[in-house]
């Protein structure tokens, strides 16, 4: 935990930054999206759409397997990017 000064100080540098350097103050505030989080956000959404397609398949053939591989690629592919991906970049 900060002290009362430090919090103080810490305050007039970032209004410093924000009078001074506005687009560096910008861009510590809201840095530019992870590449890797990114991509792999996009790869938990195809997985879960792949396993709605699976499971529809499994279901247009009854076929058990199929359904049961579906359900789990599209309930992992939902958790991955709702529960592990939510992270600081929405």
Aim: no cysteine; glycine share 8%; hydrophobic share 45%.
């Amino acid at each position: 935990m900060l002290s009362r000064y430090e919090r103080r100080r810490l305050h007039e540098i970032e209004r410093w930054f924000e009078e001074n350097d506005p687009r560096f103050a910008e861009s510590v505030k809201h840095p530019p999206p992870d590449r890797a989080t990114s991509r792999r956000r996009w790869a938990a959404i195809v997985v879960a759409w792949l396993g709605a397609l699976v499971f529809l398949t499994g279901l247009l053939a009854a076929s058990p397997g199929l359904i049961f591989v579906g359900i789990s690629l599209g309930v992992g592919g939902v958790a991955v990017r709702y529960l592990l991906l939510n992270d600081a970049h929405p």
